[in-house]
């Protein structure tokens, strides 16, 4: 049975883009990553590895689902990957919520405003 959503329309490629940002940085663990990644500038994979204490395997999976979201960039150097934010990842994600809620949470001279709705 399906059900028709006249409120619900095909995400256009922006907004799918910015869902797989958000989807990828709902983890907690990939969201301490690039925590940890917006600290350091730059590290390779053993650097993280030893910082979750998680497997290296499982350390490369979180990854790579944030390099394909667009949220960082590696550099292989050697037998290594050095990973940093990428920027232009960020400028994006922060267009693009500043597009999706515009007129959200904007400080206001007048203090009934400025809470929620």
């Known amino acids: 049975m399906t059900k028709d959503l006249p409120l619900i329309h095909d995400l256009d490629r922006n907004e799918v883009r910015l869902a797989g940002m958000l989807k990828a940085l709902g983890n907690p663990i990939r969201f301490r990553m690039m925590q940890y990644l917006a600290e350091n500038r730059m590290c ?7 910082f979750t204490t998680l497997a290296q395997s499982t350390v490369s999976q979180h990854l790579k689902v944030l390099r394909e979201a667009g949220l960082i960039e590696g550099e292989i ?8 934010i990428s920027a232009e990842g960020m400028q994006f994600l922060k267009r693009q919520i500043d597009k999706w809620l515009p007129d959200c949470c904007n400080p206001s001279s007048n203090p009934e405003q400025s809470g929620c709705c």
């Open 77 to 84: 150097e050697g037998p290594a990957t050095c990973y940093c």
């Open 44 to 50: 390779i994979t053993g650097d993280i590895v030893a």
